[in-house]
């Protein structure tokens, strides 16, 4: 890449905010297959082998490897972030990424907004929710369901690193460049459209979850808008999370 090219992608629009996110999912995705098949040849089988002697510490070792997937992700978005966008970073304006963590009292606002957020969707739960077998939970729900290391590092993974990635990605970067590209109301469809994708897994089971996590998007997007920071809305989805994850 040229000079002059690399000077035009330095600025946080629709295109560059595509082609982080596309490299942090891509990075992700490298990341938990060459774990995953890893676990494989140490274990001697694999996914289609559910009566091998091996079979759950081949499980076990794959989830643990799913969850070093976000690690993976901060680590090439803040390395893609510096290069691309450096200006955007800390540029608190709607069109930037605000990679700052605002004021600690916006910081406990965040989190009742995620208090609030996490009991909408814990009474939709209580209406709607499944009396579903272990065994057709997500790997992530299995995880958090099982006692013990595999629990503890489920609510490390929900409560500590997915929220800061999830943020600083989509009511970061991507919202700040979907917005500078094609104004508030299509970055707002957009940044919410593909979160919510992303959690599709979730949805097999439990449908009526499409609603729970398109309002989790939206009031973390309006924390994020409300305090000029990514500090509110990293609390306010920790603060989700854990509430979803501890009732």
């Given at each position: 890449?040229?000079?002059?090219?690399?000077d035009r992608v330095k600025i946080?629009?629709?295109?560059?905010?595509?082609?982080?996110?596309?490299?942090?999912?891509?990075?992700?995705?490298?990341?938990?297959?060459?774990?995953?098949?890893?676990?494989?040849?140490?274990?001697?089988?694999?996914?289609?082998?559910?009566?091998?002697?091996?079979?759950?510490?081949?499980?076990?070792?794959?989830?643990?490897?799913?969850?070093?997937?976000?690690?993976?992700?901060?680590?090439?978005?803040?390395?893609?972030?510096?290069?691309?966008?450096?200006?955007?970073i800390k540029d608190t304006s709607?069109?930037?990424?605000?990679?700052?963590?605002?004021?600690?009292?916006?910081?406990?606002?965040?989190?009742?907004?995620?208090?609030?957020?996490?009991?909408?969707?814990?009474?939709?739960?209580?209406?709607?929710?499944?009396?579903?077998?272990?065994?057709?939970?997500?790997?992530?729900?299995?995880?958090?369901?099982?006692?013990?290391?595999?629990?503890?590092?489920?609510?490390?993974?929900?409560?500590?690193?997915?929220?800061?990635?999830?943020?600083?990605?989509?009511?970061?970067?991507?919202?700040?460049?979907?917005?500078?590209?094609?104004?508030?109301?299509?970055?707002?469809?957009?940044?919410?459209?593909?979160?919510?994708?992303?959690?599709?897994?979730?949805?097999?089971?439990?449908?009526?979850?499409?609603?729970?996590?398109?309002?989790?998007?939206?009031?973390?997007?309006?924390?994020?808008?409300?305090?000029?920071?990514?500090?509110?809305?990293?609390?306010?989805?920790?603060?989700?999370?854990?509430?979803?994850?501890?009732?």
């Amino acid at each position: 890449m040229t000079t002059k090219n690399i000077d035009r992608v330095k600025i946080l629009n629709a295109r560059t905010a595509t082609i982080i996110f596309l490299a942090v999912f891509a990075a992700e995705m490298v990341f938990a297959i060459l774990l995953d098949g890893a676990a494989g040849l140490v274990t001697g089988t694999d996914e289609r082998d559910a009566t091998g002697q091996n079979y759950r510490t081949y499980v076990l070792a794959g989830k643990i490897a799913d969850s070093g997937g976000p690690i993976v992700g901060v680590i090439v978005m803040i390395a893609l972030a510096n290069f691309l966008i450096p200006n955007q970073i800390k540029d608190t304006s709607p069109t930037g990424a605000a990679w700052v963590p605002g004021k600690t009292i916006d910081i406990g606002k965040g989190m009742i907004v995620g208090i609030f957020a996490a009991i909408f969707s814990l009474v939709l739960d209580l209406i709607e929710q499944p009396r579903l077998p272990f065994s057709h939970f997500t790997p992530a729900e299995q995880m958090g369901a099982t006692p013990g290391l595999q629990q503890i590092l489920f609510l490390l993974v929900a409560v500590v690193v997915a929220p800061p990635v999830e943020e600083m990605m989509f009511r970061g970067i991507f919202y700040g460049g979907y917005r500078k590209s094609f104004g508030p109301a299509w970055a707002a469809v957009f940044t919410t459209a593909i979160f919510v994708a992303i959690h599709f897994v979730y949805f097999i089971s439990f449908p009526y979850m499409i609603v729970a996590v398109t309002v989790s998007a939206v009031a973390f997007l309006w924390c994020r808008l409300r305090w000029n920071a990514i500090g509110p809305a990293i609390a306010a989805h920790a603060a989700y999370n854990l509430l979803k994850d501890i009732l």
